[in-house]
């Protein structure tokens, strides 16, 4: 069986790294009309694991739009100099995908990386990868409701 095309994935969030988490929900708020969709969540190791990277922790916020078909995830990411860090990814575009290891291993036949491992959360499974020009991406497969 070769390689399924990404072409069908549907973008499922934007996501950016802030220095303070609290200020960033306001800023979304006020200046763009988002409202909290997901209070800030300690993701506890899960964003280490995902980037390859052991020490660094994060918290999670999402926010939604009434207008708008789109989720604004805004993560604060502490050790390792937080966001600032260089391998950190400052931001990502996150793909919904029906299967994880076939997206992951088209993705790398098109030359992209994978930068963790593959982490469950309560929705689904999610990995990171670096596409060939530097950008980071997510691809997730989210378990049926």
Request: with cysteine.
């Amino acid at each position: 069986m070769g390689a399924v095309p990404l072409s069908n994935a549907s973008v499922l969030h934007f996501s950016v790294c802030v220095a303070d988490l609290e200020r960033s929900i306001a800023f979304y708020g006020d200046a763009f009309g988002f409202t909290l969709s997901l209070a800030a969540t300690d993701l506890g190791d899960a964003f280490a694991r995902m980037i390859g990277r052991p020490g660094v922790s994060a918290q999670l916020a999402q926010l939604s739009h009434a207008a708008k078909p789109v989720i604004l995830e805004l993560i604060s990411v502490e050790g390792e100099a937080g966001a600032g860090a260089g391998s950190v990814p400052l931001a990502h575009i996150a793909f919904e995908v029906p299967d994880l290891p076939e997206a992951i291993a088209t993705a790398r036949a098109e030359g992209a990386e994978q930068l963790g491992e593959v982490v469950t959360f309560a929705e689904g499974r999610s990995a990171y990868c670096k596409e060939p020009g530097g950008s980071v991406f997510e691809l997730e497969e989210l378990f049926d409701a």
